[in-house]
């Protein structure tokens, strides 16, 4: 606790704006990732094959896109760090690792069993 910081009591605070930053960057290195992914998609119109998969790794970088300005809109209304489905704190580990996270582990697991968007897919999307 530093006495001279008043909005952080407890470090929570101060760590969120840590993560926040990271998602900030994350957010500008997927928004760049979409521009090149495009150019390059349409560079390939061509061959069917590369094409599908240029338009797999668009969607998988928008879908990340997309998770890290929820989490960029959480921080911003003191949501940050709570499950979106059950309320329950997400593991301040899991969040350093991949501060997008929404959901707790319990409920994560839960979705990938009945998701076509799969743990796997936001692990290791870009
Ligand atoms: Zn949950």
């Known amino acids: 606790m530093k006495p001279h910081d008043p909005d952080s009591p407890n470090g929570l605070l101060a760590n969120v704006?840590?993560?926040?930053?990271?998602?900030?960057?994350?957010?500008?290195?997927?928004?760049?990732?979409?521009?090149?992914?495009?150019?390059?998609?349409?560079?390939?119109?061509?061959?069917s094959t590369t094409w599908d998969l240029a338009v797999e790794r668009i969607?998988?970088?928008?879908?990340?896109?997309?998770l890290v300005l929820d989490a960029l809109d959480r921080i911003a209304q003191g949501l940050y760090g709570k499950c979106?489905?059950?309320?329950?704190?997400?593991?301040a580990r899991g969040l350093t690792a991949l501060p997008w996270v929404a959901l707790c582990?319990?409920?994560q697991?839960?979705?990938?069993?009945?998701?076509?968007?799969?743990?796997?897919?936001?692990?290791?999307?870009?």
């Open 105 to 107: 582990q319990r409920c």
């Open 84 to 91: 979106l489905n059950c309320g329950a704190p997400v593991c």
């Open 17 to 47: 704006s840590h993560l926040q930053q990271a998602l900030e960057a994350k957010r500008d290195e997927l928004i760049r990732n979409h521009v090149f992914l495009q150019e390059v998609a349409v560079g390939q119109m061509a061959a």
């Open 109 to 126: 697991e839960a979705t990938d069993s009945r998701s076509a968007i799969t743990h796997s897919t936001i692990f290791h999307a870009a």
């Open 59 to 66: 969607e998988r970088n928008a879908f990340l896109l997309h």
